[in-house]
């Protein structure tokens, strides 16, 4: 089956605790990138790449990095997470260049709280 | 900066139709895309516009005007649920993809 999965789906954890929520897809896709959700500001792009070894910062990056050292993961790494980082965060992957479609396949989500 | 503006919340009842509008200022354009979102679920894909015009996918349609910088989804038939959050997205040309803040659907019986 066509996924994307994150992994843990929840998390509770404190301040200054590095932690990793780990993706992965099995579609091939070249693009993946990170957001998070919060309530009245839709989705905001942390990170995205567009291959092996190449990422970019989204509008959202501070206190995040990610790294793409294999097509199919991508994980986002909170070196000190804080408070303000408490959020619903989502990963996500698509083809490039398609031109007829720009179908983004989001993962199920991890709801983070940095106490 | 980059923005997309959507309204915040509709409403509407089963069987009516429902256009949810979506304005957008980005560095360069590639598409325009939305997607329905459930509470406590993931975005799904629903249509993407590249060129200008309605593309028609069964009850929803998109629609995309590139000169003016807008465009719209067309919920027709509506059903109970279709109730969720409708985003529209836009890539531009740093390869972001920039999302609205989303509109809330309410459907009524």
């Known amino acids: 089956e066509a996924q994307v999965t994150q992994n843990p789906r929840y998390l509770i954890t404190v301040t200054g605790k590095k932690l990793t929520v780990t993706c992965s897809q099995n579609m091939n896709h070249e693009y993946m990138s990170w957001y998070r959700q919060d309530p009245g500001l839709g989705l905001r792009q942390i990170y995205y790449?567009?291959?092996?070894?190449?990422?970019d910062k989204g509008d959202v990056p501070e206190g995040y990095k990610v790294s793409r050292k294999e097509k199919r993961n991508f994980p986002l790494i909170l070196e000190s997470p804080s408070p303000n980082q408490t959020s619903l965060y989502f990963c996500a992957s698509s083809l490039l260049g398609t031109g007829s479609s720009d179908e983004q396949f989001f993962g199920p989500g991890t709801r983070l709280t940095v106490l | 900066g980059q923005s997309l503006e959507q309204p915040s919340e509709v409403t509407a009842v089963e069987g009516a139709i429902v256009q949810i509008n979506c304005t957008y200022q980005?560095?360069?354009?590639?598409?325009l895309s939305w997607y329905q979102q459930h509470d406590g679920g993931a975005p799904t894909f629903l249509s993407y516009?590249?060129?200008?015009g309605l593309e028609e996918t069964g009850r929803f349609s998109s629609f995309l005007s590139r000169s003016d910088s807008y465009g719209y989804l067309l919920l027709q038939e509506l059903q109970m649920k279709d109730s969720a959050s409708y985003f529209c997205a836009v890539r531009g040309n740093t390869d972001k993809l920039i999302f609205g803040t989303g509109t809330r659907l309410q459907v009524f019986p």
């Open positions: 980005t560095s360069g354009f590639y598409g």
């Open positions: 790449s567009m291959n092996v070894e190449v990422t």
């Open positions: 516009n590249a060129l200008d």
